[in-house]
Every structure is written in C-alpha cells, then in structure tokens.
C-alpha cells in the first residue's frame, strides 16, 4: 500500500513538473519566440556606439561606465553575462550592419542603447522586427520613441533640454537676440528646431538660424553671418569637436565675449581642453546626478578602474551604469530555465516589461518609463565655465 501510494505521488508530481515545464515553453511562441542561452553561453545584452573617432568620448564612456556594471552582476540560474559593445564611429550605416547581425544571435536579449540619435532612429525597426528591446542611456532625438514598441531611454529627450534651454536664456539670462546655430545631424539641428521654437513662443525671434557642417576646422564664414546680426548669445546644437571650433573662431569674426549656450552631447570636460579661455563664459546642459552613496562609490570604483574621473568624458557614464542594472532586473525576472538546461527569454515580454520598468533605483535616480518609453522626468541642469570649470549657473 505504501509503495502504491508513493508511486502515485512520484507520477503527480512528475506530470506537474512536466506541465510547469510545457506552460514555459508555451510562452515563445508568441511573436519573437525566444532568446536562447544554451549551457556554456552568455546572456548578452548589447552597446553599439561611436568606441572610436571623433565621437569617441560618449561611445567609449558609455562603454566603460557599463563593463563596469555588467562585470558586477551575479550569473543568472548559472549562466554569466556579457557585454556586446560594437564600434559605429557614430555612423547610421555601421550601426544598421551591427543590429543586422545581432537579430541573428539567439543569445542576444536587449540592446543598451543606442548611444547617437541617428543610429538609433536607423536601428529601431530593425529591432522591433526582432522584438529586441531598446533602453539607451544617451540618445534624446525628441522623436525617437514616436510609433514604436521597442525604444526607450533613462536620459531626458530633446524637446525638453531644447525648451527648458530657451526659457533659461529668455526668463533667467532676459536676452532677447539669440542667434541658434546647429550641425545639421539629426540630434544637433533636432535640439536646436526646438529652441528656436520655443524662442518664438516665448515672443523672442531668433536674430540668425544657421547651420554648420561637420568635421571641418573653419567655421568663419558661417560665424561672419552671424555676427552682422549682432547676437547677444549663440545657441548651438551639435557636439563637442565642433562647438571648439566655433567657440575658438568667435574673436576672428567680431564676436569675442558673445557666449555659447549647447546641449548635453557637448558637455564635458573635453571642450574646455579644446577651447582653453575661449570656453569662459559658454553655458552647457547636463544630466549630472546628484550625490549620494551610490554614486560616490560608483565615481570611485570609475576612477580606479578607468583613470579618469566621472563625468570628464561625458555626463553619460551614471547612465550607462544604470542601464545595464535595470536591463538586467527586467531579464531577470523575465527568464525561465527550461528542462533541456537551456535559458529561455520570451522577446514579446521582455518588450513589453522593458516598457512597463517602474519604480527602479538607480544612481541617476528612479527610472519608470511611460508608454512611449521616456523614463526620465527630472530634465536637465545648466552649467556654465568659470575659472576653467563646469559650475551650476543660478
């Protein structure tokens, strides 16, 4: 009687695990079926960015701020992680060709970025034909998560640097003739639309709306056109490389002391080394967090490791971190271990609570994503160089 009873105990409880096991696997059949982490393999979760060329300081920050963050994370039901960091230079074209071959790797879950504005606007369909989520800690297009599923991103977008840029300079700076200038790219000329247009609503017209092209080392003669309209400031919308030249080319063209207001992509230690004293006096955007423990212990652990302090790069690097911690809460919580060993991450869900991340702690804050994917509601902080240094401007 006793072994007949624990027979059919032994088959009650066989048939529950198998039908536990069946209802997991039932969850990759819907669109996107699955990643798949076979015994031996790595969970990966990939970074595409400029790691090279002139736009090398966010990619390689970013990159860096995150192996950081992915080298600290404890294996997932035995299975380790990895980080995928490609090289775009911060071109479109390389970043389509390595979205192309990730789509095909079954052990790829989610992608921690991208880290431009235009390769991200190139890669999103890409990755939405995959059901592979999207979370960037630096791309602000102010259009990127319009009509998709799969973009998200931890930093403020565009529309709102751009107008709380103008309303500082119109309400706390009151001047009036502003000049914007942009680098004609997606987020540069992105930015500077908004600021132009919410001068315009503030009843301030632009005195000059001009654009620059990128990579060149003369600006002259557009900063010549310029300075017939006598601007009392310049906003620019664009990045570091050529916000230098600009700001070291202003004395040639009559407009020496007239400041430079740009964006988060221009922030940095980096363009005060360029500029040197022609930096002096230009206004910059940052999403710098503040202090608290976490954050003091991640910019000590960024300088043993890297050599550098946080934030010399770019303002990017705290993000970075968090991305890769909140990609990996989600995954984590998303995965099942099936009965063949492997690790199986359902790609509808994981799109799906990538989306609906709410109430996550991270070093920049709280992350919750609405639903179209912007998960930063703080905006932006304004600085300006005084005596060689990023300082808050009141």
């Given amino acids: 009687m006793k072994k007949s009873i624990f027979f059919v105990l032994c088959v009650l409880l066989l048939t529950s695990v198998l039908t536990v096991g069946a209802a997991d696997m039932s969850r990759c059949d819907a669109d996107g079926g699955c990643a ?11 970074m595409a960015g400029p790691i090279t060329g002139e736009y090398a300081m966010y990619g390689a920050d970013i990159s860096d701020a995150m192996k950081i963050s992915i080298d600290e994370l404890a294996p997932l039901d035995g299975f380790e992680w990895e980080l995928l960091a490609e090289d775009t230079l911060g071109s479109a074209e390389a970043a389509v060709s390595v979205a ?19 390769e991200s606007a190139a890669v999103i369909p890409i990755f939405e034909g995959a059901s592979i989520p999207m979370l960037s800690p630096s791309a602000t297009g102010a259009n990127l998560t319009e009509d998709n599923a799969v973009f998200n991103r931890v930093v403020f977008q565009d529309a709102a640097q751009g107008k709380f840029a103008a309303e500082f300079i119109v309400n706390q700076l009151g001047l009036t003739k502003v000049a914007v200038l942009h680098d004609g790219l997606d987020y540069g000329k992105g930015i500077a639309d908004v600021v132009r247009d919410t001068l315009i609503s503030l009843g301030v017209e632009p005195v000059a709306y001009e654009a620059l092209t990128p990579g060149e080392a003369d600006y002259t003669a557009v900063l010549t056109a310029i300075a017939s309209k006598s601007p009392e400031i310049i906003y620019y919308g664009g ?24 964006d988060d992509g221009a922030f940095g230690s ?21 202090d608290s423990p976490e954050k003091i212990a991640f910019d000590q652990k960024y300088e043993e490791v890297l050599g550098r302090v946080a934030g010399s790069k770019s303002s990017f690097a705290w993000f970075a971190y968090d991305v890769i911690k909140a990609l990996s809460t989600v995954i984590s919580e998303t995965a099942f271990l099936g009965d063949d060993g492997n690790l199986y991450v359902p790609r509808a869900e994981m799109v799906n609570n990538v989306r609906n991340l709410s109430g996550f702690q991270g070093i920049t804050g709280e992350i919750t994503c609405n639903e179209v994917g912007e998960c930063n509601a703080s905006g932006p902080t304004f600085y300006i160089v005084t005596d060689g240094a990023w300082v808050v401007a009141n």
């Fill in 36 to 46: 798949v982490i076979e015994p031996g393999n790595t969970i990966k979760i990939g």
């Fill in 100 to 118: 192309n071959k990730w789509i095909t790797d079954e052990s790829l879950v989610a992608v921690a970025g991208n880290v431009l504005t235009g």
């Fill in 239 to 262: 990045y570091t490389a050529e916000l230098s030249v600009v700001a070291n080319q202003l004395s040639q063209v009559g407009m020496a002391g007239v400041p430079v207001f740009s």
């Fill in 270 to 290: 980096e363009f005060i080394e360029k500029a040197g004293a022609n930096a002096e006096g230009c206004y910059g955007t940052s999403s710098i967090p503040a």
